[in-house]
């Protein structure tokens, strides 16, 4: 077997920027600067400088649910409403937290986005929402005014905000398209970003949260340490020469999500959904298929993907062109007629 291609883990095409990988193997070649800063105040004053915040806004740690789970519980809420599908990692966080999850189900009719009016009926009797923008796994960007002016008279109730934007780098309009301009003075609101996947950080998860500088304050109150790797404290210089690297990034994202859609179309019996991500969510309209099936068919041929939602959708997350190209020519030889997918040749 070939080398397996992981469709589920959300990569960015392009790899580790120059800068930050110069950067790492310098620190690693010559060591960290003694004694470290176990709290990280020159890389969160250069995420600040990003946001317009001050550094006692942000908070860093190596995992989103981390920084959920602190939130959560330093909010105090009580019912956090969560529309879904949603990442898993929403539900464990607000379980470790103490905070029940009223869960918001999307409808499959629109493709699992949120409609006008949904959030502002939803969150009677709840007193914290926690959601994605992009949403998982539809792939929604959310249109920050409509979102915020459903929510203003829920906030100034005493709503407490959180909003998931882990993947809004890979996006178009970037920190246009973050409701943090709309919440950055609303003190019980906060943004949780991440470089993890952006700047392919296996090696040196970084992520982090924005938001009210008396909720973040107590959130790191409840952190005994950033569980971040000491090498993260090297990433602060090239953190401020990254948006040219962003740009090419969304431009890549945008060519291949538009191309692979379009071909997905071409093959029986697979219906990509529209989305503004870094995936594409598809669905499975098989009556002699599940996917779980397909997942195992994928899985010999050198491909792994994860069944989603109610098992009859799975997310492919955006890879260099060779790897699409790959999966596109099984998924043919698998899901069609041998006459049938050799008309769509070549590739």
């Known amino acids: 077997m070939k080398s397996l291609i992981d469709f589920s883990r959300l990569v960015n095409p392009l790899g580790m920027p120059e800068t930050v990988r110069s950067a790492l193997a310098a620190g690693v070649q010559n060591g960290l600067a003694e004694p470290l800063d176990d709290d990280f105040s020159d890389l969160r004053e250069m995420i600040g400088m990003r946001h317009r915040a001050a550094v006692s806004q942000i908070a860093v740690a190596s995992a989103e649910e981390e920084l959920f789970s602190l939130l959560a519980a330093a ?11 949603c990442p898993p990692v929403y539900e464990r966080a607000l379980k470790k937290a103490g905070v029940s999850m009223v869960p918001l189900r999307l409808s499959p009719k629109h493709n699992f986005r949120l409609q006008p009016g949904d959030l502002k009926d939803a969150l009677i009797g709840c007193d914290l929402l926690l959601m994605g923008n992009p949403a998982f796994p539809s792939g929604a960007l959310l249109p920050p005014g409509g979102l915020l002016e459903e929510l203003d008279e829920w906030v100034a109730r005493g709503g407490w905000i959180m909003i998931d934007e882990s993947q809004l780098d ?26 993890t996947s952006f700047l392919s950080l296996s090696v040196c998860p970084l992520c982090y949260a924005v938001g009210g500088e008396a909720w973040v304050s107590e959130a790191r109150a409840r952190q005994f340490r950033p569980a971040v790797a000491p090498l993260a404290s090297c990433l602060a210089s090239p953190l401020e020469s990254l948006l040219g690297f962003r740009t090419e990034t969304v431009d890549c994202i945008t060519e291949l999500r538009n191309r692979l859609i379009a071909r997905l179309r071409r093959i029986s019996g697979l219906r990509p959904l529209p989305g503004d991500a870094n995936w594409v969510l598809c669905a499975l309209e098989r009556d002699d298929l599940t996917v779980a099936d ?12 994860e069944p989603c939602i109610d098992g009859r959708y799975f997310t492919l997350a955006l890879r260099p062109t060779q790897d699409l190209d790959r999966f596109i020519r099984v998924a043919r030889e698998i899901l069609m007629r041998r006459k049938d997918y050799q008309k769509l040749l070549p590739l």
């Open 75 to 85: 909010s105090g809420a009580k019912h956090a409403l969560v529309p879904i599908p």
């Open 170 to 195: 890979f996006t178009y309009g970037g920190i246009v398209n973050s409701v943090w301009s709309g919440i950055r003075r609303v003190p019980r609101a906060a943004v949780i970003r991440s470089f």
């Open 294 to 305: 397909l997942a195992a068919l994928l899985y010999r041929r050198g491909f792994i993907i």
